[in-house]
Every structure is written in structure tokens, then in C-alpha cells.
């Protein structure tokens, strides 16, 4: 059976993904982006902040609707066995993905001193996950994620000795930190994967709603995003619970609102999860009556997500060497091994913001073509490896 796209998650997908760019050509080609968090208010400014916060959408987006895509595939395969033997394969493949081709794209360091756990080893987590879990309904599926986003900012406060057996298992699954693999390298857990577990089991219990008319499940995926951001709104107000920092009067209005809004991604808080996804459900409902070339042009890149994955992270790291080489340093300068993305440390480098946008929007432009070269070719081919990209 031929699955039937939904143009919606294309879109919302290709959306995030575009503003994904933006994160990435930021982190490797902005002048302070090794030594200035943009988030952080006493050095931060608006624009920079912003910056890096509009990109907070991208990966909830993308674990979420990895999710949907899971259920939109398994209701289409024969059996519980199909799809579960779809998934644990997946789950696999995205595993070795991370830790080869996605780590040494990051990085460009042959000696693999750094591996680092985030959004694509993510993903085939909770594949792993949803393969156990298929013979539960999705209603019960999705409880499991709610009860997951609400209460695993509860994690840091039980009292668990320092040391223990207990912690020290538990805390890769909830909380990001370096660990020490050898003398010369570290794994990095940067996306804890239970917290984003819970996103992902939502956005497979959600996939039933896709059944629903287009009319009737546009007003619901709409009054779903509102109620989120109203009590996104209403939590955080409360200033109690909900992120493991609390917002603070600043020294005028727009940075009390930039506290306001300045949620934990790492791991996704509660209140992280209600503003973003909250956010993307308002995208999918109006992208439900989207049409005209924007639409077209940004759903290229939706339907062929792990290819664009791939193909803008070694444009970027390309492109990042190459403004290297004009700044005027050489080759032996290059740090491939701290982390740094190849960039020379200690000696300031890159590109002031307004020319990370410019870099941004010709990394899009160039992957638009090999990107809807690739969607025509995946959908015009049935070859068992094109599901894998």
C-alpha cells in the first residue's frame, strides 16, 4: 500500500528544517558563538537572542512529528510484526547514522574524539521505544508521553545519594553531560532521551488525528495550540514549576520578556515543551489550507528530511572551512578535536549576525534543488534503501 502524503507535515516540517539552517550556520560561522551563549541575558542581545530561540521549534517539531510519520507508517503495514521489524530496523540504522556520518559532519574530526547523542540517536530511541509498544493502544501511548513532559521535571529533586548506583544509571536518560570514554575521547548525552521520549509518544498517539476531516482536525490542532500557549502562559507566570529556571524582572520590559520565554531545551522542560509544540500545532493548522509557491518551495524540503539532515551539515561545515581560509588562517591551525568545528581556538573568528542570515538563506537555497531532485526520485523509485534517507 502506497502511503498517502500529508502535505501539512510536509510543511511544518520544511519549515523547521529551514530555521534548523539558521541554527547551524550561527553555531559554526558567528563571531561569538564559542564564547558567548545567546541565551544568556547579561551579554546577549535581542536579535541574537531571538536567533537561537525561533530554532527551539526545530527539534520538538521534528522528534513529534518522526513520531506521527511512525503511526501514519505502522497503520499501514499488514501486522504488528511488520511494523515492528519497520521501526527496530529504523531505530538501528539512525543510530549508526548519528554516531558516523551525522557526528563526523558535525565535527569533521577523523579521530572521533567527540560523540555526541542528540536529535537523530534521539529519534531512534524512541523507535526503539514505540517497537515494544505497538500492541498498546495509542491512546495509552500518548498518556505515558503526557505523564513523561509533565512530571520528568521532577527528576532532579528526588533525593538520590551522590554516587549512587541508581543516579548514575538513571542520569544519561534524563540530564545532558560529557562522559569519558578513554583518555582522548567523550561521549556527550545532549539530548537526554527520555524528556524527548515523551514528545515523540505524543506525536504518535496524534497521529490518529490525522484520520479526522481536514476541516475538523485544522479548529482542533488550532485549539490545541492555543490551550498549550495559554498554559505555557499561566505556568510560567506562576514562576514554580515547569523549568529549572525561573524568569526574572530585567532591566527593561523586552528583556523581562526575553526571561520570560527563556526556557530549558536541554533537557526539554515542561514549559520548553508547551510554547514549541504549542507553536507547532498552530503551524499545522494553517499549513492545512496552505497553498502557492512558499508552500511548494518549503514542503521540498519536508518530504525528504534526513537527506537535507545530512547533505546542509556538510554544507555548512564546507562553507565554515572555506570563510576559515579567506579570515586568513591555515590548515595547521584548524581545531578538529576540542569541539570547536575545525575553528582555531583562542583566536577570534567567523561573521557578525546580519551575515549569518545572508550565509542562511544561500545554504537554503542551494539545497532547494538537490532536495526536490531527491523527493521526485524517492517517489518515482520503490528501492528498499530509499526508505532509509
Known amino acids: 500500500m502506497v502511503m498517502k502524503r500529508i502535505y501539512s507535515i510536509d510543511f511544518?516540517?520544511?519549515?523547521?528544517?529551514i530555521i534548523m539552517a539558521l541554527d547551524?550556520?550561527?553555531d559554526m560561522m558567528h563571531v561569538h558563538a564559542i564564547d558567548q551563549s545567546p541565551t544568556n541575558l547579561s551579554t546577549t542581545t535581542p536579535a541574537l537572542f531571538f536567533t537561537r530561540w525561533i530554532t527551539y521549534l526545530c527539534a520538538p517539531t521534528f522528534v513529534f512529528l518522526a513520531g506521527t510519520s511512525a503511526y501514519i507508517s505502522c497503520k499501514n503495514k499488514r501486522d504488528v510484526s511488520q511494523s515492528r521489524k519497520f521501526l527496530l530496523e529504523r531505530a538501528l540504522w539512525l543510530m549508526?547514522?548519528?554516531?558516523?556520518?551525522v557526528n563526523f559532519g558535525i565535527f569533521f574530526d577523523l579521530g572521533f574524539h567527540r560523540f555526541i547523542f542528540e536529535v537523530i540517536a534521539t529519534i531512534g530511541f524512541g523507535f526503539f521505544i514505540l517497537a515494544l509498544s505497538l500492541k498498546s493502544s495509542s491512546k495509552a501511548i500518548g498518556m505515558v508521553g503526557l505523564l513523561i513532559i509533565f512530571c520528568h521535571d521532577l527528576v532532579p529533586i528526588i533525593p538520590l545519594r551522590e554516587g549512587s548506583i541508581i543516579?548514575?544509571?538513571?542520569?544519561?536518560f534524563f540530564d545532558p553531560g560529557p562522559f569519558l570514554v578513554t583518555p582522548h575521547s567523550v561521549f556527550s548525552m545532549s539530548y537526554p532521551p527520555i524528556p524527548w521520549l515523551g514528545?515523540?509518544?505524543?506525536?504518535f498517539a496524534t497521529g490518529k488525528l490525522f484520520d479526522m476531516p481536514l476541516a475538523k482536525r485544522k479548529n482542533l490542532f488550532?485549539?490545541?495550540?492555543?490551550?498549550?500557549?495559554?498554559?505555557?502562559?499561566i505556568i510560567r507566570f506562576i514562576n514554580i514549576y515547569g523549568d529549572p529556571g525561573p524568569w526574572s524582572t530585567q532591566k527593561n520590559m523586552l528583556y523581562t520578556w526575553l526571561s520570560f520565554i527563556n526556557v530549558a531545551k536541554y533537557p526539554p522542560s515542561l514549559l520548553f515543551c508547551l510554547i514549541t509544540l504549542g507553536s507547532m500545532f498552530i503551524m499545522l493548522s494553517f499549513s492545512e489550507i496552505a497553498s502557492g509557491w512558499f508552500f511548494k518551495f518549503v514542503s521540498a524540503f519536508g518530504k525528504v528530511p534526513l537527506f537535507y539532515f545530512l547533505v546542509h551539515f556538510y554544507l555548512i561545515h564546507v562553507a565554515m572551512l572555506g570563510l576559515m581560509f579567506i579570515q586568513g588562517f591555515t590548515w595547521?591551525?584548524?581545531?578538529?578535536?576540542?569541539?570547536?568545528?575545525?575553528?582555531?581556538?583562542?583566536?577570534?573568528?567567523?561573521?557578525?549576525?546580519?551575515?549569518?542570515?545572508f550565509i542562511w538563506i544561500g545554504v537554503v537555497l542551494v539545497l532547494y534543488k538537490p532536495c526536490q531532485w531527491f523527493g521526485k526520485y524517492k517517489a518515482d523509485h520503490d528501492q528498499w534503501w530509499l526508505k532509509f534517507i
Open 96 to 101: 549508526i547514522l548519528e554516531f558516523t556520518l
Open 24 to 26: 547551524h550556520v550561527r
Open 199 to 203: 514528545i515523540m509518544l505524543i506525536g
Open 167 to 172: 543516579k548514575l544509571v538513571l542520569a544519561p
Open 222 to 233: 488550532l485549539q490545541i495550540g492555543l490551550g498549550a500557549l495559554f498554559m505555557f502562559a
Open 332 to 357: 595547521p591551525q584548524m581545531d578538529f578535536a576540542s569541539g570547536t568545528f575545525g575553528r582555531p581556538k583562542g583566536i577570534q573568528s567567523g561573521l557578525s549576525l546580519w551575515a549569518i542570515y
Open 12 to 17: 511544518t516540517r520544511g519549515l523547521v528544517m
